[in-house]
Nanobody
């Protein structure tokens, strides 16, 4: 069974950096697109970033463009979200999700399975 496990969240101050990891297990020979989403308390889950199956195309929400970067380590079946210059409004539970079609999207319904999430808290 394929699974995604996020890690790397924590409590940081505004301006700090964090790197989140999304580790895939199961049928890791299959390549798929990965999306990152976040949900702040009392708000709907929102798109953060995505990368297609080959890593050749990345997409970012306007709110994180220039601060967040997706990268991957295929040997470890792990994708990373490097978050720099963090702001209090970046606080939330961060989820990674897999799109088996390999394209990636800002739309949640495209994704086939999700990780359990990791908490990021940015204090001012």
């Amino acid at each position: 069974q394929e699974q995604l496990v996020e890690s790397g969240g924590g409590l940081v101050q505004a301006g700090d950096s964090l790197r989140l990891s999304c580790a895939a297990s199961g049928r890791t020979s299959r390549r798929y697109a990965i999306g990152w989403f976040r949900q702040a308390p009392g708000k709907e889950r929102e798109f953060v970033a995505a990368v297609n199956w080959s890593g050749g195309a990345t997409y970012y929400a306007d709110s994180v463009k220039g601060r967040f970067t997706i990268s991957s380590d295929n040997a470890k079946n792990t994708l990373y979200l490097q978050m720099n210059s963090l702001k209090p409004e970046d606080t939330g539970v961060y989820y990674c999700a897999a799109d088996l079609w390999g394209v990636g999207s800002y739309r949640e319904e495209v994704y086939d399975f999700w990780g359990q999430g990791t908490q990021v808290t940015v204090s001012s």
